[in-house]
């Protein structure tokens, strides 16, 4: 572990590296954010969006939170989602999960894990829409990895069904949904190829919140 005292030096030799290579480096990034990218992850601090995606500052606005989790009751996401498409403008919003989640190997224990409950109920929904899948694969790590994947899918679902989603893609045509998963033993980032027009229209048929007919 780092000591606590280096943190602020080891900021400062960042600062200096930056402006070393860029002179006006934080007067631009002082200046606002134009982001084309909505990361929305997991907390876990092996897996840093910028780093991973490798773009700088400025590039990327970031969620995270616990198995990148999207709840229609959290205020957080939601207020992330909206601030980032009606504001920021952004083209595309990612979903990124990864192997070796803790998050979600806490929602596949039959555990009373306190406070975690409620959290951890919406990956265990995730599992029960997909009983049928998962109980198929008998390998218990690959069960694991597949519930991993599974939960991407439907979070971003969840994005989709918001209402400021369907309305800016019914208007600009984006931002687009993708689900990514992060391999940790490979340092590689996997798409899920989401089709996002397809479950938009999936979408829609129940979650339309436009008072227009599906998109095409």
Not at 46 to 75: K, Q, S
Not at 82 to 94: F, G, K, P, R
Not at 131 to 149: F, N, P, Q
Request: proline content about 5%; aromatic content about 8%; some cysteine.
């Amino acid at each position: 572990m780092i000591p606590y005292h280096e943190l602020f030096e080891n900021s400062r030799r960042w600062a200096a590296a930056r402006k070393a290579e860029d002179p006006a480096f934080f007067e631009t990034l002082a200046a606002g954010q134009d982001p084309a990218y909505l990361y929305i992850g997991c907390a876990d601090s092996r897996v840093p969006a910028n780093e991973i995606m490798g773009v700088g500052p400025g590039d990327v606005f970031v969620h995270r939170n616990i198995g990148n989790v999207v709840a229609n009751t959290d205020l957080n996401v939601g207020a992330v989602i909206e601030y980032a498409v009606v504001n920021l403008n952004v083209q595309h919003i990612i979903v990124c999960g990864h192997y070796e989640c803790g998050g979600v190997r806490a929602a596949m224990q039959p555990r009373d894990l306190g406070i975690l409950n409620p959290w951890l109920r919406n990956i265990r929904d995730v599992y029960r829409l997909h009983e049928a899948e998962l109980g198929a694969i008998t390998d218990e790590h690959r069960r694991y990895e597949r519930l991993v994947e599974l939960n991407v899918v439907e979070q971003c679902l969840n994005v989709i069904k918001t209402a400021a989603v369907q309305r800016a893609y019914l208007h600009h045509g984006a931002p687009i949904v993708h689900g990514w998963v992060f391999d940790l033993r490979q340092g590689q980032l996997r798409d899920l190829e989401i089709d996002f027009a397809a479950r938009l229209r999936d979408i829609q048929k129940i979650y339309n919140l436009m008072d227009a007919p599906p998109a095409p």
